[in-house]
């Protein structure tokens, strides 16, 4: 059997029937007032059969982390029974079923955020097209954001699922507070590196603290991150390796490095020609497990990123088309490249996901 799909020991208590992890994705298809949906549960449970763990779409933990319409919702105790459900459809297919925790930042709209102005670490538009101004945060802001993140783990383990994770990456508010680009401030939350890090292991510290109050001891923390920003100034790969150095030595169950392509290159320095993977787990060297994502798709695939050193491997658009790709990959049958829209009923793929993919302009394969 391929080492990929043996059981792995993730920590000295939890084990993980194989190495293959569903990454997050949103879905856009929770009930609109933030409940998870029942074409939600029928998803995740037709896509929790094969792989070790499930990390679920992304959710926010306080009103005005908001990102997306249709986004389910983990900042009030009256939602504990929809994250029930949530952990449980996922843990019946045999998956560790791993809440992911958000908060939009300058990435949401005053549309999602019901009229109300986007917020970040400054008072600076992210640079794309349609990005409205976000109001710089306040000192108790931060610290109620950093609380609510407290608060969802909390529910998390009230609701049953195995592990949180934080999502600073993909331009996200805890990345907003390392970029800086989105943070110029030059008090305690902004200013030097070190300042710039105070906001993500700020959440780190709280999101432990509340595994050490309500979870057990093998209650999984990880953490996800993207490497490099493209814009001027923005996050670049010396600033990354020394967020990782640090990440390193929090105690962390594992790392998730957020890539689209898993042995890409540096985006800012084209000359660079070693893989961004290779570097970051240079720098880890072994202290806490990491997890490689970014154009898997076949089991070919999978093994060369495992080869190529990540400790876990995800499958993000692959899963989505092939729900039970590890049945698939085991059996050698053909892993399917690209959607078949007319299909999508019978492959549980929530409508909301199904808009958004054909809105994709290609970027999610579809035939
Ligand atoms: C439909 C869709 C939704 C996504 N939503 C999230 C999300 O909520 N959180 C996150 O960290 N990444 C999200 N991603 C990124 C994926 O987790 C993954 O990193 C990316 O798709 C690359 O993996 P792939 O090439 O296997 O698809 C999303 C990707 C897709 C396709």
């Given at each position: 059997?391929?080492?990929?799909?043996?059981?792995?020991?993730?920590s000295?208590t939890?084990?993980?029937?194989?190495?293959l992890?569903?990454?997050?994705?949103?879905?856009?298809?929770?009930?609109?007032?933030?409940?998870?949906?029942?074409?939600?549960?029928?998803?995740?449970?037709?896509?929790?059969?094969?792989?070790?763990?499930?990390?679920?779409?992304?959710?926010?933990?306080?009103p005005?982390?908001?990102?997306?319409?249709?986004?389910?919702?983990?900042?009030?105790?009256?939602?504990?029974?929809?994250?029930?459900?949530?952990?449980?459809?996922?843990?019946?297919?045999?998956?560790k079923?791993?809440?992911?925790?958000?908060?939009?930042?300058?990435?949401?709209?005053?549309?999602?955020l019901?009229?109300?102005?986007?917020?970040?670490?400054s008072?600076?538009?992210?640079?794309?097209?349609?990005?409205?101004?976000?109001r710089?945060?306040?000192?108790p802001?931060?610290?109620?954001?950093i609380?609510?993140?407290y608060?969802?783990?909390?529910?998390?383990?009230?609701?049953g699922?195995?592990g949180?994770?934080?999502?600073?990456?993909?331009?996200?508010?805890?990345?907003?507070?390392?970029?800086?680009?989105?943070?110029?401030?030059?008090?305690?939350?902004?200013?030097?590196?070190?300042?710039?890090?105070?906001?993500p292991?700020?959440?780190?510290?709280?999101?432990?603290?509340?595994?050490?109050?309500?979870?057990?001891?093998?209650f999984?923390?990880?953490?996800?991150?993207?490497?490099e920003?493209?814009?001027?100034?923005?996050?670049?790969?010396?600033?990354?390796?020394?967020?990782?150095?640090?990440l390193?030595?929090?105690?962390?169950?594992?790392?998730?490095?957020?890539?689209?392509?898993?042995?890409?290159?540096?985006?800012?320095?084209?000359?660079?020609?070693?893989?961004?993977?290779?570097?970051?787990?240079?720098v880890?060297?072994?202290?806490?497990?990491?997890?490689?994502v970014?154009?898997?798709?076949?089991?070919?695939?999978?093994?060369?990123?495992?080869?190529?050193?990540?400790?876990m491997v995800?499958?993000?658009?692959?899963?989505?088309?092939?729900?039970?790709?590890?049945?698939?990959?085991?059996?050698?049958?053909?892993?399917?490249?690209?959607?078949d829209?007319?299909?999508?009923?019978?492959?549980?793929?929530?409508?909301?996901?199904?808009?958004?993919?054909?809105?994709?302009?290609?970027w999610?394969?579809?035939?």
């Amino acid at each position: 059997m391929a080492d990929i799909l043996k059981p792995y020991q993730l920590s000295s208590t939890i084990e993980l029937r194989n190495r293959l992890v569903m990454a997050p994705m949103t879905t856009w298809s929770s009930q609109p007032d933030g409940q998870i949906s029942l074409d939600e549960l029928d998803y995740y449970r037709y896509r929790s059969g094969g792989v070790g763990m499930v990390i679920t779409a992304t959710t926010f933990t306080i009103p005005n982390g908001m990102g997306f319409k249709n986004q389910f919702y983990a900042g009030d105790d009256l939602y504990i029974p929809s994250l029930t459900k949530l952990a449980d459809s996922i843990k019946l297919g045999g998956a560790k079923a791993i809440l992911q925790m958000f908060h939009a930042g300058r990435m949401s709209k005053k549309s999602v955020l019901g009229g109300n102005q986007i917020v970040s670490a400054s008072a600076v538009k992210a640079l794309r097209e349609d990005s409205e101004l976000p109001r710089e945060l306040s000192e108790p802001e931060i610290h109620n954001i950093i609380e609510s993140f407290y608060e969802a783990t909390r529910r998390a383990i009230r609701a049953g699922f195995d592990g949180v994770e934080i999502h600073g990456a993909n331009t996200y508010l805890v990345q907003q507070f390392f970029s800086p680009h989105s943070n110029r401030r030059d008090d305690y939350w902004g200013g030097s590196l070190l300042k710039r890090l105070r906001f993500p292991i700020g959440i780190v510290s709280s999101v432990k603290r509340a595994a050490a109050d309500f979870g057990d001891d093998d209650f999984i923390v990880g953490y996800r991150f993207s490497p490099e920003e493209v814009e001027e100034p923005g996050i670049t790969m010396d600033d990354t390796l020394k967020l990782v150095d640090v990440l390193a030595d929090q105690g962390l169950t594992y790392l998730n490095l957020s890539l689209s392509n898993y042995k890409q290159t540096s985006m800012r320095d084209k000359k660079d020609l070693r893989p961004v993977g290779k570097r970051i787990m240079q720098v880890v060297n072994d202290r806490v497990p990491v997890m490689g994502v970014g154009s898997v798709v076949t089991f070919e695939d999978a093994n060369d990123a495992y080869d190529f050193g990540y400790d876990m491997v995800q499958l993000g658009r692959s899963i989505i088309i092939n729900p039970d790709w590890v049945a698939k990959a085991k059996s050698g049958k053909e892993i399917d490249k690209s959607l078949d829209l007319k299909a999508v009923k019978s492959l549980y793929i929530p409508e909301g996901m199904v808009t958004k993919i054909m809105e994709s302009d290609g970027w999610f394969p579809t035939k």
